[in-house]
């Protein structure tokens, strides 16, 4: 089992940044790929990025040049930095872990609020 605690999420003005984070704990060696998914209110969960073990990543058009995603092996921790933010940013941020490179999310973390205010 995997266990995924988010944390950084908050309120910040438009053109300001964040930076989330995601903490991994229990059997972190089966994870092959972290994604952060954000779900705004009464829209669809969508994708944000992704990282996987050898550190290649995905980042979603949306928000590409704005948004990094990166990782701390050492603290089995993910993070999201979020800069020039937008109010359509606005949404809550899951961390989510996967056991295979493709396949269907196994692990999410409980979620992390960022409001941007325009």
């Known amino acids: 089992q995997v266990q995924l605690v988010e944390s950084g999420g908050g309120l910040v003005q438009a053109g300001g940044s964040l930076r989330l984070s995601c903490a991994a704990s229990?059997?972190?060696?089966?994870?092959?790929?972290m994604d952060w998914y954000r779900q705004a209110p009464e829209k669809q969960r969508a994708f944000v990025a992704s990282?996987?073990?050898?550190?290649?990543?995905i980042i979603t058009d949306s928000v590409k040049g704005r948004f990094t995603i990166s990782r701390d092996d050492a603290k089995n921790t993910v993070y999201l930095q979020m800069n020039s933010l937008k109010p359509e940013d606005t949404a809550l941020y899951f961390c989510?872990?996967?056991?295979?490179?493709?396949?269907?999310?196994?692990?999410w973390g409980q979620g992390t609020q960022v409001t941007v205010s325009s």
């Open positions: 990282i996987f073990r050898d550190r290649s990543t």
């Open positions: 229990g059997s972190t060696d089966i994870i092959r790929r």
């Open positions: 989510t872990a996967r056991r295979t490179l493709a396949g269907n999310v196994d692990y």
